[in-house]
């Protein structure tokens, strides 16, 4: 079709004189069609042409007949000035029509062409323009109108439709001829074997084409803004804590960390608790029933035990008597702080300044909605060491947001069970200016550290954020459903661009 088209096309440049538009010329062809054969003959300077966008006004089937027969309210009015002594409103549907006597009626009322006299229409002159018959006839001929206010007055009205026609104005090019030589795309053998090759008209090599898109993979955003984190605390000297398990026992996901069994997170409505199995194991070693990680677990277990019932490392503790039961209950992660827990009792073993940072997936028994969702990730970053205070913990803060961009900080007194000092971490947010919460932070309690074993004087560091957060803010999403879950768009995932926090 595309080589019968540049030979009609060339063709018609023979047979007219100046510039033509192709659906004059061409009105039954598709768009990619007649593009088709433009780009071929204009990459060969046959043609010049331009792509012409305009709206064009399509009557509709009143408005045809309209077109044809004239308007309601002419109607209306001829059968009025007909009947000389005038003519009842009741008759009027019988002569004209019942959906002309409805509009018509009206429409000659306030253009003045008739008046009533009780229930009698009479002619009030002699004679009428049918200015919305013209309009139309105009509009039929044109396919469009002088007066913009017309067209919208007539959209309104229902007779016309509005849609966007895409042209092109074609005129011959410098080197136009009346025929187009067939092109060969490839230089065979039997050419060159030949000598046919010497005759031939090769296709020119387009070296500025652009290649096909190669189909291929995309990470998820959150993917991407996970490895700025990971990058920056790898710059910070941190270490990668694993995360694989997202079933954790009640004493690793809360009793640990000192989370009395009555806490409110605790509760159904909070954490989602596995049927099947329903319970774990004491804390142990896989290996040996006897070994000295063994007996270390022994200890710890004992000693959280006390902590939380009796009081212990100069605590009071909570006072109420401790169930082991509720302690073995599985439940699905409602943090990776169990995991820090983890490995500070692995720290214990041999204590000594540490770094460690975790991201991944922790799961809250939560109402869905623009901002809230029953799992999302976790960001987690723990420092250990002896002599910490909390200014220093204020001022490594400052650093680690100063490598995200964020550089205005306010904190806000804020309780954990498991911390003493906590901070709430506000930044200032300058494309929604104002102050956003960005993490939590605080202290881990001596009933959280000493229990494990480790040192009296050591001190360690706790805070986190989420992913999602975050990851909204650099790529625009207002609805966190939008990035995780089945409603994710893939075209979304496939086009963003990789991201890069605003990094000092």
Same mark, same amino acid.
């Given at each position: 079709?595309?080589?019968?088209?540049?030979?009609?096309? $060339?063709?018609?440049?023979?047979?007219?004189?100046?510039?033509?538009?192709?659906?004059?010329?061409?009105?039954?062809?598709?768009?990619?069609?007649?593009?088709?054969?433009?780009? %071929?003959?204009?990459?060969?300077?046959?043609?010049?042409?331009?792509?012409?966008?305009?709206?064009? *006004?399509?009557?509709?089937?009143?408005?045809?007949?309209?077109?044809?027969?004239?308007?309601?309210?002419?109607?209306?009015?001829?059968?009025?000035?007909?009947?000389?002594?005038?003519?009842?409103?009741?008759? +009027?549907?019988?002569?004209?029509?019942?959906?002309?006597?409805?509009?018509?009626?009206?429409?000659?009322? !306030?253009?003045?062409?008739?008046?009533?006299?009780?229930?009698?229409?009479?002619?009030?002159?002699?004679?009428?323009?049918?200015?919305?018959?013209?309009?139309?006839?105009?509009?039929?001929?044109?396919?469009?109108?002088?007066?913009?206010?017309?067209?919208?007055?007539?959209?309104?009205? !229902?007779?016309?439709? @509005?849609?966007?026609?895409?042209?092109?104005?074609?005129?011959?090019?410098?080197?136009?001829?009346?025929?187009?030589?067939?092109?060969?795309?490839?230089?065979?053998?039997? @050419?060159?074997?030949?000598?046919?090759?010497?005759?031939?008209? +090769? !296709?020119?090599?387009?070296?500025?084409?652009?290649?096909? $898109?190669?189909?291929?993979?995309?990470?998820?955003?959150?993917?991407?803004? %996970?490895?700025?984190?990971?990058?920056?605390?790898?710059?910070?000297?941190?270490?990668?804590?694993?995360?694989?398990?997202?079933?954790?026992?009640?004493?690793?996901?809360?009793?640990?960390?000192?989370?009395?069994?009555?806490?409110?997170?605790?509760?159904?409505?909070?954490?989602?608790?596995?049927?099947?199995?329903?319970?774990?194991?004491?804390?142990?070693?896989?290996?040996?029933?006897?070994?000295?990680?063994?007996?270390?677990?022994?200890?710890?277990?004992?000693?959280?035990?006390?902590?939380?019932?009796?009081?212990?490392?100069?605590?009071?503790?909570?006072?109420?008597?401790?169930?082991?039961?509720?302690?073995?209950?599985?439940?699905?992660?409602?943090?990776?702080?169990?995991?820090?827990?983890?490995?500070?009792?692995?720290?214990?073993?041999?204590?000594?300044?540490?770094?460690?940072?975790?991201?991944? %997936?922790?799961?809250?028994?939560?109402?869905?909605?623009?901002?809230?969702? *029953?799992?999302?990730?976790?960001?987690?970053?723990?420092?250990?060491?002896?002599?910490?205070?909390?200014?220093?913990?204020?001022?490594? @803060?400052?650093?680690?947001?100063?490598?995200?961009?964020?550089?205005?900080?306010?904190?806000?007194?804020?309780?954990?069970?498991y911390t003493e000092p906590s901070l709430e971490i506000f930044g200032f947010h300058s494309g929604l200016q104002k102050w956003v919460e960005i993490g939590n932070s605080g202290m881990f309690r001596p009933e959280m550290l000493e229990p494990m074993g480790l040192p009296k004087d050591m001190r360690v560091y706790g805070w986190g954020?989420?992913?999602?957060?975050?990851?909204?803010?650099?790529?625009?999403?207002?609805?966190? %459903?939008?990035?995780?879950?089945?409603?994710?768009?893939?075209?979304?995932?496939?086009?963003?661009?990789?991201?890069?926090?605003?990094?000092?």
């Amino acid at each position: 079709m595309a080589d019968d088209l540049t030979s009609n096309v $060339l063709g018609y440049l023979s047979d007219h004189d100046g510039p033509f538009l192709t659906n004059d010329a061409f009105p039954s062809l598709t768009f990619v069609t007649i593009k088709s054969a433009l780009d %071929r003959l204009g990459s060969r300077e046959f043609i010049i042409y331009k792509q012409i966008d305009r709206e064009e *006004a399509t009557l509709t089937d009143e408005a045809e007949g309209i077109a044809a027969n004239g308007s309601h309210e002419a109607k209306v009015f001829e059968a009025v000035r007909k009947a000389v002594e005038g003519l009842k409103i009741g008759d +009027l549907p019988g002569i004209v029509g019942k959906e002309s006597a409805k509009v018509g009626q009206g429409k000659a009322f !306030k253009e003045g062409w008739i008046k009533k006299d009780r229930d009698v229409l009479k002619a009030n002159t002699e004679s009428i323009v049918d200015t919305s018959q013209e309009q139309l006839l105009t509009i039929q001929k044109t396919r469009t109108h002088s007066d913009a206010k017309v067209l919208g007055d007539l959209r309104k009205r !229902k007779l016309i439709t @509005m849609q966007k026609v895409i042209s092109f104005e074609v005129a011959k090019g410098p080197k136009y001829a009346k025929e187009f030589a067939k092109e060969e795309t490839d230089l065979t053998a039997d @050419m060159l074997a030949s000598g046919t090759w010497k005759n031939v008209h +090769l !296709k020119p090599y387009n070296f500025e084409a652009k290649g096909a $898109l190669t189909p291929s993979g995309a990470l998820h955003p959150l993917n991407k803004v %996970r490895q700025e984190f990971r990058q920056i605390f790898f710059e910070m000297g941190f270490e990668e804590m694993p995360t694989d398990h997202y079933v954790e026992s009640g004493f690793w996901n809360f009793d640990a960390l000192f989370v009395p069994q009555q806490h409110p997170a605790r509760d159904l409505q909070d954490t989602f608790y596995l049927s099947d199995p329903a319970e774990a194991d004491k804390p142990r070693d896989p290996d040996s029933a006897q070994s000295p990680l063994q007996k270390r677990y022994d200890q710890y277990w004992k000693n959280i035990k006390e902590v939380h019932q009796d009081g212990k490392y100069g605590s009071i503790g909570y006072r109420y008597p401790y169930i082991e039961e509720e302690s073995l209950r599985l439940v699905l992660r409602t943090h990776t702080t169990a995991t820090s827990t983890y490995m500070l009792h692995k720290l214990a073993a041999n204590p000594r300044p540490a770094r460690y940072f975790s991201i991944d %997936r922790v799961f809250r028994n939560e109402t869905v909605d623009a901002t809230h969702l *029953a799992e999302f990730h976790q960001v987690e970053g723990v420092i250990a060491d002896f002599g910490l205070t909390l200014g220093g913990l204020i001022g490594f @803060m400052e650093v680690f947001y100063a490598k995200m961009g964020i550089h205005k900080l306010r904190y806000k007194p804020a309780y954990n069970p498991y911390t003493e000092p906590s901070l709430e971490i506000f930044g200032f947010h300058s494309g929604l200016q104002k102050w956003v919460e960005i993490g939590n932070s605080g202290m881990f309690r001596p009933e959280m550290l000493e229990p494990m074993g480790l040192p009296k004087d050591m001190r360690v560091y706790g805070w986190g954020l989420s992913l999602e957060r975050p990851t909204m803010i650099k790529y625009g999403v207002n609805n966190i %459903r939008a990035l995780l879950g089945n409603k994710v768009d893939l075209n979304f995932v496939e086009s963003n661009p990789a991201v890069r926090l605003d990094k000092d």
